[in-house]
Each structure stands twice: as structure tokens, then as C-alpha cells.
């Protein structure tokens, strides 16, 4: 099973700032990942798939990057919709796999 | 807009089998263009894919639960079921039903059910 390790866990940030998420995975996983937005008492909502490729309706302000075990999700400036929990999924071995998530919210 | 919700018990006893249903709107979910997923998150954790059901009726689950877990469809009511047997205290969390792009991505959420394993 491939374990994706997220950091940090938290990021404590003020809106109108850029940031970056990590996604690592224990092996390659190719261009095979998404990340999704949860925020509390809803559903993930899809942000990214297969690495770079923003899912219908997402805001241009999110990107993604990365390929084989390194990969960011960034936000290039924070509105206050965007403080939730972020979470990346692996697609490239079975099971599906999802990371641990990192918290981001508002200092 | 597609939608999803799940519905079922939200109480069920150890050792016993836990039933969901997740009723599908405004898409068919015998199109062949997507998969239909469940997936878990138990309270305070992150996200577990529990399996998927295509519209063959072919499945596939993740093996940690394998042994319990059973997804099967009613095409005609535009339904698809989860059933998990022999539950423990461990099993307790907010299961989400999920459309599933050929991608393996989700991209619709019913809007999860909190499922409690207590005697």
C-alpha cells in the first residue's frame, strides 16, 4: 500500500498569502494524484487530478505540481473559503490511498 | 448537478452487518462513464476508500476490508449499496458515497452519514 505523508500538519496563515502544500508518497506514483478540500462537517470537495489538472469550477488561484514522489498544491493568495483541511490521493497502486491531510487556518 | 445521498442506520450494534444506500440524481449511474465508491473517515482521522462498483457490476475493494465488504447496485432505482459485516467499535465513522471519474478521482460527494458501532 502506498502511504502519502502530508506536511506540515497545520499551517497557521493570514488571507491574501501564498501557499504551498506537501504531498509525499513511499514510491513513485507517477502523475496519479488529486487533492481535495474538506472543510468541517462536509464532504471533500475534488480540487486536482492527475497532478496539475484543476477539477470543473476550481478557482484558478489552485495549482498543482509535482511528479513521482514529490508533490505541491498551491494557493496563491488565501480568500477566507479557502481555510479548511487539504488532502492528496494517490490513483497509481491499488488501494486507493488518501494522505493524513494538513490543516490550514487562520492566524 | 449531480447528486448523491446516503442513507441507512446510524446505529448498529457489534458483530452485526452495516447497510447503506447511496441514491443517485441526475445521472445514470449505469452509464459506464464512472465508477460509484465508498469511503470512509472515522472521527478526528483521514479519508479510507473502502471500494467501488462499476456498471457491469464489477467491484473491487480495498483488501484491508475485503473480507467484510460487500457493493453491489440496483441500476433500476439508481441506487448502489454498501453492506460490512461482522462491525466492530473500529468501524464507527461518516461513510460518503462518491462518483468516481475513470481517473480514479472523486468528483461528487453525497454528503456522508455518521454510522456508530455501540451496544
Known amino acids: 500500500e502506498i502511504v502519502l505523508t502530508q506536511s506540515p500538519a497545520t499551517l497557521s496563515l493570514s488571507p491574501g498569502e501564498r501557499v504551498t502544500l506537501s504531498c509525499r508518497a513511499s514510491?513513485?506514483?507517477?502523475?496519479?494524484l488529486a487533492w481535495y478540500q474538506q472543510k468541517p462537517g462536509l464532504a471533500p470537495r475534488l480540487l486536482i487530478y492527475?497532478?496539475?489538472n484543476r477539477a470543473t469550477g476550481i478557482p484558478a488561484r489552485f495549482s498543482g505540481s509535482g511528479s513521482g514522489t514529490d508533490f505541491t498544491l498551491t494557493i496563491s493568495s488565501l480568500e477566507p473559503e479557502d481555510f479548511a483541511v487539504y488532502y492528496c490521493?494517490?490513483?497509481?497502486?491499488?488501494?486507493?490511498?488518501f494522505g493524513g491531510g494538513t490543516r490550514v487556518e487562520i492566524k | 448537478q449531480v447528486q448523491l445521498q446516503e442513507s441507512g442506520p446510524g446505529l448498529v450494534k457489534p458483530s452485526q452487518t452495516l447497510s447503506l444506500t447511496c441514491t443517485v440524481s441526475?445521472?445514470?449511474?449505469?452509464?459506464?462513464?464512472?465508477?460509484w465508491s465508498w469511503i470512509r473517515q472515522r472521527p478526528g482521522k483521514g479519508l479510507e476508500w473502502i471500494g467501488y462498483?462499476?456498471?457491469?457490476?464489477?467491484?473491487y475493494y480495498n483488501p484491508s476490508l475485503e473480507s467484510r465488504v460487500i457493493i453491489s447496485a440496483d441500476p433500476s432505482k439508481n441506487q448502489f449499496s454498501l453492506r460490512l459485516s461482522s462491525v466492530t467499535a473500529a468501524d464507527t465513522a461518516v461513510y460518503y458515497c462518491?462518483?468516481?471519474?475513470?481517473?480514479?478521482?472523486?468528483?461528487?460527494w453525497g454528503q456522508g452519514t455518521l454510522v456508530t458501532v455501540s451496544s
Open positions: 492527475d497532478a496539475s
Open positions: 490521493q494517490q490513483r497509481s497502486n491499488w488501494p486507493l490511498t
Open positions: 462498483i462499476y456498471y457491469t457490476g464489477s467491484t
Open positions: 441526475d445521472y445514470s449511474i449505469s452509464s459506464g462513464n464512472f465508477y
Open positions: 514510491q513513485s506514483v507517477s502523475s496519479y
Open positions: 462518491a462518483r468516481t471519474q475513470l481517473v480514479f478521482s472523486f468528483d461528487y
